[in-house]
Every structure is written in C-alpha cells, then in structure tokens.
C-alpha cells in the first residue's frame, strides 16, 4: 500500500477547506448551538420568572398550593397526554431513545418542534403550580430537537450517521449551557447519551457544546452555577465521613431511581391501577402530595431545589435534616404525575441536604465539603453515569482540589446503586420502543 506523499495530503486539505458543503455543514453546526444556548438562557429566565411569581403568591395567600398544585398537575396532565405526547417526564430517555438507528418514526414523533414547544411551556407552568421539577434533562431534550430539525439543511438533507450526531450534539449542547459546564457536555454525550465509538469521536459534539457555552456566556456572564463555596481543609478520601456520604449517596440514589422505575413501570395497587385508568386523577393527586410536602416543609421543596444548595455551599447555611429526603419524595410525585419534569437539578440540591446532614451529624467543623460530595454521590447514585457526575459538580463548584475524593464518591455511589437498581435513562428510554410482535404458535400435529 502506497502511502500519500505530503504534496497530496496538503492539496487534500486545501480542497477540503475550500469545499462549500464542508463549510454549510459546519455553519448549520454552530447555528445550532448558539440557538440551543441561546434557548437554555431564555428557558432559565422564564423558570426563574415562574419560582418568583410562585413565591409571591404562597407568600400573600398561604393556601393556594393546596389549590394550585393538585389542579395545575391535572391540567397539566392532561394536556402533555393530550396534545404533547412525548414531553412526559426528564427528557434524557427520549434523547437516548431518539439516537438508537431502529427508533425509526417513535423518534421522529419525539423530537418533534411541538414537543419542545409543549415542553418548555408546560415545564414552567409545572414550576409555577409548585412542582419540585428541574429544567437540566428538558433543556437536553429541546436541544436535542433544535439540532435534530436543524439536521436537514447539512448539504444532501443529512445521512442518518449525521441525523443522530446531530441529536447527540443538541443534548450535550443543552447540559454545557444549562449548567455553564462545558467538559460536563462532552462527558454526557460520551457516558449518558451515545453508546457509539463513532458518535463518540465526533466532533459535531464538541463544536455544539462550544458554541453553546459561549451563547450562555454572552447572555448572561461567565458564572458558576453555586457560586463560590468556601472550602478550609479538603476531606480526606479515607476519612469515615467521606465514605459515610458516598455510600449514602449511592443508597439514597439507587433507592430513588428504583422507586422511579417501578412507579412509571409497574405501580402497585390502587395507585397503580388509578395511575393507569384515571391518569388526570392521579397528578391530582400527586399534586396534592406536593402541595403537602411544601407545606410541612415551610416551602422548602418547591422548584428546582437551586436556591437551597447554593444556600448550603456558598451560605453556610443548615437546613432541616428533613430537607433531604422531603425534597426527593417531591420530585418522586412530580416525576409521577406525567407532566414534564427534570430531575438532575432537585437531585443535586438532594444530595447537598444530604452531605449537609452527615456532616452535621458526624460533627464536622464545616458541613459544605461533604454537601458536595453528597451532590456527586447521590447524582451518580440516580444516573450511575460516574464521570459525568464528577465532572458536573467539580465544574459547577469549581473545587478542583477535591477530585479525588469527588472520583471516590461517584465510583462507590455508582457501585452501590447498580446493586439496588438498573441504569435510569436507559431503562426508561427502552419504554419508548415498539413492543416486538410475538411469533406465531407453532402448528400442532395431529394425534396418531
């Protein structure tokens, strides 16, 4: 075999930068990604809109969630089922799904501009009746669908190769701009979203979640997510509290990613049959339940659960040992009801009230350390993606200083969930595929 002498590879790489489809390709690329940045800015401000105007109004009549919540969750509902199928729930399984080569038409009906409409829209309307909902896993499925319809201008209308990178690149796209995390968007188009080495490698991926990022920034300066915490002494990986909240983390996670599977999947009883039969009825109910948590909680749980840990991690603050576990059962009823509804972010803020109180228990001289440390081992313990866990919250904190014990933390939180549960996404994402028809019963012979 003849190798390619210089001159070649230079007149190679001369036409191939002078190729017009070359450069369309690429354009409709970065367009792509500022719109999805750009999109991720606008639905972040509106979700703040939303918790503001929710705010103010529990503040001046103490019982309106007991209204709002149990009928918006119904409303809700009915038009997701009704008029928006396919914005359901995070978003991140819809994704995953989308990019499998035999999803055929099911993808095409889940990425649907309707849907991100839907999406967006009924998201925020979620936060405003009280719901503990986050808007990381819809930014993901928007983006997705932004690059998806994008897909057909590349010259040629765009294989399927290119369709699915496409897809892939929007995803990892909406994780860089809505957390401001933009090696966190590689990390989860690698671990999370694609299987494939060769969707792996691409760079439609990169050049997205870059062009995303810099939108995001443009829009609204560069930031972390929870601001700045201040850290004294870095705990050691073999210190008994760091190991106490990486295996509560992987525990507590698990735990809730098993709830999640079995109440979409397979509920039990007389919810489960409610659930089936009198969907409407149901989010009726779950919003009642929210509406109640909030309530006990003095109205700890409603929204993305943002504010509470950036109040742990940059305040100091201690909240109720309670705020934990009554934050997760909201988001367990939000997600249930069948309305739109994301889950990384009220995780995060989960995990944080959880290494907080560990921390407050072992008697720790400060509790923000392990409240982030509990951010990782708990998200790693509901999506049992380890790096992409590790690399969100050393992005969002930046305490670079911690990666050990943060590498520590999602290894044995991943490792205690897979013993309590399958994967989140994945399991979730296979709901979405067309039920194999069964094989005809094989004839019977007579008898002799």
């Known amino acids: 075999m003849t190798l390619p002498s210089a001159k070649q590879i230079a007149y190679r790489t001369q036409r191939s930068l002078l190729s017009a489809a070359l450069w369309r390709a690429r354009l409709v690329v970065w367009i792509g990604g500022a719109a999805v940045g750009g999109m991720a800015v606008a639905f972040a401000k509106c979700t703040d809109f939303a918790l503001t105007t929710l705010h103010r109004m529990t ?113 990892a796209a909406g994780v860089s701009a809505a957390f401001n995390t933009p090696l966190a968007g590689i990390v989860f188009a690698i671990e999370e979203l694609s299987r494939s080495f060769e969707e792996r490698a691409s760079g439609t991926a990169l050049a997205a979640v870059i062009i995303a990022g810099v939108t995001a920034i443009a829009l609204v300066g560069d930031y972390t997510y929870f601001g700045q915490p201040g850290i004294l002494a870095v705990p050691s990986v073999l210190a008994a509290t760091t190991i106490s909240v990486a295996i509560a983390g992987g525990l507590a996670g698990g735990l809730f990613s098993r709830l999640t599977l079995i109440g979409v999947t397979a509920m039990p009883g007389a919810l489960g049959r409610i659930r089936r039969e009198r969907p409407v009825l149901f989010a009726f109910l779950c919003g009642l339940l929210v509406a109640g948590i909030a309530a006990a909680t003095g109205g700890l749980t409603y929204g993305t659960g943002y504010d509470e840990a950036r109040r742990i991690l940059e305040s100091g603050a201690h909240l109720p040992w309670y705020y934990a576990p009554a934050r997760a059962a909201a988001t367990l009823a939000a997600f249930f009801s069948g309305i739109p509804a994301g889950i990384l972010s009220p995780s995060l803020s989960v995990g944080a009230g959880l290494g907080q109180m560990l921390a407050d228990l072992a008697h720790e001289p400060s509790a923000v350390p392990f409240a982030i440390l509990g951010m990782c081992g708990y998200l790693a313990g509901v999506t049992q993606a380890p790096l992409t866990s590790l690399v969100i919250v050393m992005e969002m904190t930046t305490q670079h200083a911690m990666v050990l014990p943060l590498m520590i933390t999602a290894a044995i939180g991943t490792a205690v969930s897979k013993l309590l549960t399958p994967p989140l996404y994945q399991t979730l994402a296979q709901r979405y595929a067309a039920p194999i028809a069964a094989p005809p019963p094989a004839p019977q012979l007579p008898d002799e």
Do not use: K, N
């Not at 199928?85 to 819809?94: D, L, Y």
């Not at 294989?159 to 990178?165: E, G, K, L, V």
């Open 59 to 171: 503040h001046a009549v103490f019982w309106l969630p007991f209204v709002l919540a149990p009928v918006g969750f119904a409303l809700l509902s009915h038009l997701t089922r009704r008029y928006f199928s396919g914005a359901e729930g995070s978003g991140i399984p819809q994704t995953i799904f989308a990019l499998q080569p035999d999803a055929g038409p099911v993808a095409q009906r889940l990425l649907r501009v309707r849907v991100a409409v839907g999406r967006m829209v009924l998201a925020m309307a979620g936060l405003l009746c009280g719901g503990s909902i986050g808007r990381e896993g819809p930014t993901v499925h928007v983006g997705a669908i932004i690059m998806g319809a994008l897909a057909r201008f590349i010259p040629h209308g765009g294989t399927d190769a290119q369709r699915r990178a496409m897809i892939l690149a929007g995803g």
